[in-house]
């Protein structure tokens, strides 16, 4: 691999950014789901008028199948910051990649 000083300005700083992301940060892949369900209780509000309650759920892909993992909403913000964090990875990758692609041509 090359001396990081060959490397153009651009992908100096994205490269920069990706790792200030990777290792400063927390992030986690997936996608944040609101469901709603009935609790199945008789007297709940929610049998009477049709609706149902509100959950959050962590929607990810292990393999071929997908998981639902429910999340509290005492930790709803923090993870959308995760899932946000990882998707701002997957974009600084894709910068770099770029410019190693045209460092090939």
Same mark, same amino acid.
């Given at each position: 691999?090359?001396?990081r000083g060959y490397f153009s300005l651009q992908e100096r700083v994205a490269r920069s950014e990706l790792a !200030?992301?990777?290792? $400063? %940060?927390p992030f986690l892949q997936g996608s944040i789901v609101k469901r709603t369900s009935r609790c199945g209780k008789d #007297? /709940?509000?929610c049998a009477k008028e049709g609706g149902g309650h509100t959950a959050c759920y962590l929607s990810i892909r292990i393999?071929?199948?997908? !998981?639902m993992v429910y999340i509290p909403q005492s930790f709803e913000k923090e993870a959308r910051e995760w899932v946000m964090t +990882? $998707? *701002?990875? #997957? !974009? *600084?990758?894709? !910068?770099?990649? %770029? +410019? /190693?692609?045209e460092r090939i041509k």
């Amino acid at each position: 691999m090359e001396h990081r000083g060959y490397f153009s300005l651009q992908e100096r700083v994205a490269r920069s950014e990706l790792a !200030k992301l990777v290792h $400063r %940060k927390p992030f986690l892949q997936g996608s944040i789901v609101k469901r709603t369900s009935r609790c199945g209780k008789d #007297n /709940c509000w929610c049998a009477k008028e049709g609706g149902g309650h509100t959950a959050c759920y962590l929607s990810i892909r292990i393999g071929e199948k997908r !998981k639902m993992v429910y999340i509290p909403q005492s930790f709803e913000k923090e993870a959308r910051e995760w899932v946000m964090t +990882y $998707r *701002q990875i #997957n !974009k *600084q990758i894709a !910068k770099v990649s %770029k +410019y /190693c692609f045209e460092r090939i041509k």
